[in-house]
């Protein structure tokens, strides 16, 4: 891995030199991953070069995050490239010996006064040390230059860099996931957390549907708002946060980019026709009486595993005692 970080890390073209100017960096989202959970990982390009438009924008992915998926962009062209892995690994029982290093969506015009959102989809390899960093090189091209986010600190180092890689800090895994990875160091576990979450389902999908909809209840039994920002879920490429809504008589989905509020002391019901998670991309269909693994991603509570529990298709929640909200 390191390896790969050394390879990837060119040298500066471009970076803000004047001492008033402090560029807001590129950065991750989110800012920590759990070990072998699926995590949709989004770089935020805050501004241009100097004040000229993002044209390219190109992504160094580690080797610990495996099997990396992007997200394809519309107005922009993506470009993938593969390279051996140096130690291979098994996913689904097959071995895997080459990966995705590096994601380039060009042809786009990014205004600098804009910012936007570059998002792929890997899984957090169990290999990669809780507690510590891993770093993301992001290369920024525009008409006349480029922006480089590809130093590296050194171990312990603590002095600022001019123009960082943007980095996701690795956590050990909550219970309930491939491996057990140990307790103590998870953000978070169901009963430590403040945060309760209840009937959770899902529905068998049609043959060929490529999307799922998981439900539940979360109770915020602390005395701090906290958001549902992501997670994820065994089955599928991607997840993520939806509400459903009545817009100009037509039902609309739309992805919540800041996440779902939980309020203290409140209840949020997910639910068909209103709030829920998206599992996209699926792997299989979901059939009836299966049990989905998944992790939930809190922004205050962190990680908690849940297991959605498969109802009919297009069903009512399976589990017996569901109380209709409101
Ligand atoms: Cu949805």
């Not at 004047?18 to 770089?43: C, D, F, G, M």
């Not at 099997?67 to 062209?77: L, V, Y």
Request: charge should be positive.
């Amino acid at each position: 891995m390191s390896l790969l970080l050394l390879r990837a890390a060119a040298p500066l073209v471009l970076v803000a030199t004047s001492s008033i100017t402090v560029l807001a960096h590129t950065t991750l989202e989110p800012r920590e991953a759990a070990q072998n959970s699926y995590q949709k990982i989004v770089v935020r390009v805050p501004h241009g070069c100097k004040g000229e438009p993002t044209t390219a924008v190109r992504v160094d992915v580690p080797e610990g995050l495996l099997g990396a998926k992007p997200m394809p962009k519309p107005g922009w062209t993506l470009e993938t490239q593969k390279a051996p892995l140096s130690k291979p690994y098994t996913s689904h029982g097959r071995e895997i010996t080459e990966g995705v290093n590096r994601i380039t969506w060009s042809g786009g015009n990014l205004p600098d006064a804009h910012y936007d959102e570059f998002a792929f989809m890997a899984q957090i390899s169990g290999a990669l040390p809780a507690g510590k960093p891993v770093y993301v090189p992001v290369i920024q091209t525009c008409p006349n230059g480029q922006a480089a986010w590809t130093q590296i600190p050194a171990e312990g180092a603590s002095s600022k860099l001019d123009s960082p890689a943007p980095a996701v800090r690795i956590v050990a895994q909550a219970k309930g996931g491939h491996e057990h990875a140990g307790h103590g160091a998870a953000p978070a576990g169901v009963t430590a957390s403040p945060i309760k979450v209840e009937q959770v389902w899902t529905r068998a999908t049609p043959g060929g549907a490529k999307v799922a909809g998981g439900f539940m209840r979360i109770t915020n039994t602390g005395k701090e708002a906290d958001r549902l920002i992501g997670g994820s879920a065994e089955i599928a490429n991607i997840f993520e946060v939806h509400e459903m809504k009545h817009e100009g008589g037509m039902m609309k989905m739309r992805a919540l980019e800041s996440g779902l509020e939980i309020k203290p002391g409140e209840t949020v019901e997910l639910k068909p026709g209103s709030y829920h998670v998206m599992f996209i991309d699926l792997k299989a269909p979901i059939k009836e009486g299966d049990v989905v693994k998944g992790m939930l991603k809190f922004e205050k509570a962190g990680m908690v595993a849940v297991e959605f529990k498969a109802g009919a298709m297009g069903g009512a929640a399976p589990a017996a005692g569901h109380k209709h909200g409101h």
